[in-house]
């Protein structure tokens, strides 16, 4: 028998977000109504204390505003800066760095833009390369009053500019969503907000595999969907290797704004984001698009947990080549799409860079009956890749996409698929359309192979012209704590792909780690899976 052993609507987060100079410390549960012993009732954990700066004394690129906020009775109040294209200054009228330090909480009040590379054909040596470091532990609030057709208020990094998240586990960096009454921030530990802002947006110099833009000084560039209709920004180049700075241990909530029909940010929106920006131990709740969306590039990163998106959690299109292992996807209860979606080019299915992300030891987990319009993965136009010790589990969705391609809770195929896509050590485990999660009927719900055949053949190639294989004896549980798979599909040690090395386990998490040395312990922010 099959048995998920966890739902989303039965998760209950995991601590360790900073409030008020401390780390708020709240072990995950498996149910709302239990509380683990390791909690303290308090809710102040181990975090270092983080003394307040001095009002009035904000930081170069912010501004004053002379007010405090404290998070908790009895804890010291921080000075509130606002973060605005003001108080940084104009784009080509920027300071070259920018230092928010943790001492201050930061407000931001409308869409900011971090240098000037987001003009057409804007060079790598033309632009200014304006840098943003971020210290651990530092709260950045944005304005939710800023209307949707502006995009929100949000955090764009353009062509040619870096930004540093030096969070760490002790001292998470978060961007969320607070009103303000009379100039002061209104319930600053309430992250239960959802489409508030407009999250980080960062673009870079990487390909893309856009058409139409080419012929200019820059190739491969492309216009972003995610800005307003008054702002032009361009992103995209030819520099596999660009960068555009580090990001670890960052938590954003409360994101996700609908622009126009067809455009929209997401919780994070990387555009041409290339291998040589670090990316490890973020986490995006809360999204009313998407968790994270990656139009072309390259980049690479690790360690990702999406819970509460309202579309798809993972999004990625445009020739997006880059590696995601060890992701947490948490579908949401209340409404969700895809856990992941990968597409191509709808404009040419072969057009190149194709679309074909590594992704090893994912966990995509549904919820079940609680939220029946929720399917896993959809490769589609021309969707290529690698794909690793990933599992896809308590998906109720059933949808033909077409007269030729079937497809279950676990996973959907249309359009054409590239010739290199490539996957081992797979296991599905989703209802069909009359079936409920957990049922013993497993043939038709748990497949350890992929789609269509295609991989039945040593090399694990082949052709489209097959049926799923189903296998009468595998077993699948999911640890409602650490969400540590355990399964009797084997996961492979060499993989399918030179460019990506899959650790020997299925899922996101390794099951011989600690409970407390689990990956996202001890930092992200405690939501329900709603």
Aim: with cysteine; net charge negative.
């Amino acid at each position: 028998m099959v048995t998920s052993g966890v739902k989303p609507s039965q998760y209950n987060g995991g601590g360790g977000y900073l409030q008020g100079g401390f780390v708020y410390n709240q072990d995950i549960h498996p149910l709302r109504a239990e509380i683990d012993s390791s909690f303290e009732e308090s809710g102040v954990g181990v975090g270092e204390v983080i003394e307040p700066g001095e009002v009035g004394n904000c930081p170069a690129g912010t501004s004053n505003t002379n007010n405090t906020v404290t998070f908790f009775e009895g804890t010291p109040a921080f000075p509130v800066c606002e973060l605005s294209q003001s108080s940084v200054g104009q784009p080509g009228d920027q300071p070259s760095e920018i230092n928010l330090t943790n001492g201050f909480v930061y407000y931001l009040t409308d869409p900011l833009r971090i240098g000037n590379g987001f003009t057409e054909n804007a060079t790598a040596d033309s632009v200014d390369n304006i840098t943003l470091n971020i210290e651990d532990g530092v709260q950045l609030f944005a304005d939710p009053s800023i209307s949707s057709a502006e995009g929100g208020a949000y955090l764009r990094i353009t062509r040619g500019s870096t930004i540093n998240v030096n969070g760490t586990r002790e001292r998470p960096v978060l961007m969320t969503a607070a009103r303000l009454s009379n100039g002061e921030i209104q319930d600053p530990t309430n992250f239960t907000d959802i489409g508030a802002w407009g999250g980080l947006v960062i673009d870079g110099y990487a390909p893309t595999n856009a058409q139409g833009l080419d012929g200019g000084a820059v190739p491969n560039e492309s216009i972003s969907e995610a800005a307003p209709s008054q702002q032009s920004n361009y992103f995209g180049g030819d520099d596999v290797d660009d960068s555009s700075g580090s990001i670890s241990y960052l938590v954003v909530g409360e994101t996700g704004v609908t622009i126009r029909p067809d455009s929209e940010v997401q919780g994070i929106t990387m555009e041409a984001v290339g291998a040589g920006t670090s990316i490890d131990h973020v986490q995006v709740f809360g999204s009313d698009d998407d968790g994270i969306e990656w139009f072309g590039g390259t980049v690479n990163q690790r360690y990702v947990m999406i819970n509460g998106a309202q579309d798809d959690s993972l999004d990625m299109d445009l020739g997006f080549s880059g590696t995601i292992q060890n992701a947490l996807v948490l579908q949401s209860t209340a409404r969700g799409n895809r856990t992941i979606e990968a597409d191509n080019n709808g404009d040419g299915f072969g057009l190149e860079p194709v679309t074909s992300p590594n992704i090893a030891n994912t966990l995509l987990l549904g919820a079940g009956s609680a939220q029946q319009g929720s399917t896993g993965m959809l490769g589609r136009e021309g969707f290529g890749g690698d794909l690793e010790n990933t599992v896809v589990t308590d998906l109720q969705s059933v949808t033909n996409r077409d007269s030729g391609t079937y497809s279950n809770g676990c996973f959907a195929l249309t359009d054409e698929v590239d010739a290199d896509l490539q996957a081992a050590g797979l296991a599905f485990y989703c209802v069909n359309s009359s079936g409920e999660p957990g049922e013993a009927d497993v043939d038709p719900n748990l497949y350890p192979v992929w789609y269509n055949g295609m991989f039945q053949e040593e090399d694990m190639s082949g052709d489209t012209s097959g049926g799923f294989r189903g296998e009468q004896d595998e077993s699948l549980t999911v640890d409602p704590v650490t969400f540590a798979v355990s399964t009797s599909v084997q996961p492979v040690d060499d993989g399918t792909s030179d460019d990506l090395q899959a650790e020997p386990y299925m899922g996101a998490v390794n099951p011989d780690d600690a409970r407390d040395d689990v990956w996202f312990r001890g930092w992200i922010v405690s939501v329900s899976g709603e």
